[in-house]
Each structure stands twice: as C-alpha cells, then as structure tokens.
C-alpha cells in the first residue's frame, strides 16, 4: 500500500454538479491536509485536520466543504465550483500537526486534476 | 510576512550537477523541506534540514542552509534524464501560520542527453 492515496485522479465536472475527492492515508498519522496547486503559483493551504477535527480554514470559499470522518480518511466535497477552481488538489498527511521535530514532516498523494466546465 | 522565493527554470546536461536555490524570509523557520513533482504526480519529499544544521547530504542530494542570508539550495550530484521535474522549497515555521508549510512556486529542472 503506498502511503497517501487519493481518488480520483482525474476529475471533470460541470459548475452545476456535486462531487467528492476522496483521500486515505495508511501512515498511521493524526494529521491530514488539503491544498490546491494552481498553474504559476504556490501551493495553497486549504485545510487541516489533527485528530479528525479542523484546525484551519484559510478563507476557502463554502463551495468546497471538507469532511475527515476519521485519522486515515479526508473528503472534499465540492458543488457549485466555478471554473477558476480548476487545479490539482492535492491530500497530505503528518504524524502530528503545528507539533515541532519530524512528526511533522508532510508526506503527499497524487492529486486529483480537475477540471470545471 | 512569509514568502519562499525559488527561480522558474533550470536546465543541465545529463552528468553534470544542479543547484537549485531557494530564499525564504520568516527567520523563524524551524525546518526547511525540498519536494520532487514529476509530471501528473504529487510532491515526493526528498529531503529536509532543521535549521540549526548547515549541511545535510543523503546519497546525490546535498542541502546547504545559509541561515544568516536565509538561503537554501539543493544540489543533485551526476543529474539524470530521471531528476527532470519540478523541485519545491518549503519552510515550516512556528509564526502567525501556526505550524504551515510555506511552498514556493517550484524550479522547473530540465535534463538534456
């Protein structure tokens, strides 16, 4: 088992559709992620989960609305999206969260590249 | 404020070294983190240095960390047609973002045979 995985891979969807990405960690970490990595500009932090409860929201529109039903399992259920959403968003995890030393250390899925019509 | 500067595009011959270099502005980083995105792929984490080292060498990857010019460079040793991808510095610090990862815009690396 690879230790980030996120489905799908690939997503395209219309403005009006509701989808979810779907993101597992095997790492045995309490703490996981969502960014958006969007063409010339620097990943961007959506939100962050430690121990199943959300510790930031960085001004992400509602449209884009996270679940972690619990420690190896994110969503990010989207509706409404509008086309400047497309992007690969990416899933992260870490041991710990806003913790100092190696437990912090990140480690990435794939991403799903979608796409909004 | 935080920012985390890196050039667009690097471009070596296959054999030949690479240097990737990386600024950051927040003095209170605590580690400093490259990542490797190879096309349609997520970021693999290659390395990391915690502030206090100067150097950290793992196989053909040796991190230089100038704390004092807040400067942060990666050089792959015999580059390969492989290490063509996209190379992103990241600081965590434990400043007003609480913890976050702090990305540049990532170093295009290309490869030439």
């Known amino acids: 088992e690879t230790g980030v995985t996120q489905t799908p891979r690939h997503l395209v969807m219309g403005m009006t559709n509701k989808k979810s990405l779907k993101c597992e960690q095997h790492l045995g970490h309490n703490a996981m992620y969502w960014y958006k990595q969007s063409a010339k500009k620097p990943l961007e932090l959506m939100f962050v989960y430690n121990f199943k409860e959300q510790t930031e929201n960085n001004s992400v529109p509602s449209r884009f609305s996270p679940e972690c039903p619990n420690s190896s399992h994110l969503f990010l259920h989207l509706h409404t999206l509008q086309p400047e959403d497309s992007a690969l968003y990416l899933c992260a995890s870490s041991h710990n969260y806003d913790v100092a030393g190696r437990q912090e250390t990140q480690y990435f899925g794939p991403g799903t590249r979608l796409l909004v019509l | 404020g935080e920012d985390v500067e890196q050039s667009l595009f690097l471009s070596v011959r296959e054999g030949d070294s690479s240097v990737i270099n990386c600024t950051y502005t927040d003095s209170s980083s605590t580690y400093l983190y490259w990542y490797k995105q190879e096309p349609g792929a997520g970021l693999q984490l290659l390395t990391y240095?915690?502030?206090?080292?100067d150097m950290k060498q793992d196989q053909r990857l040796t991190v230089l960390l100038n704390k004092k010019d807040k400067h942060l460079s990666l050089r792959i040793a015999d580059t390969q047609t492989g290490d063509s991808a996209i190379y992103f510095c990241?600081?965590?610090?434990?400043?007003?973002?609480?913890?976050?990862?702090?990305f540049g815009k990532g170093t295009k690396l290309s490869v030439k045979p």
């Open positions: 240095i915690f502030s206090n080292m």
């Open positions: 990241a600081e965590r610090n434990y400043g007003g973002s609480q913890g976050n990862l702090i």
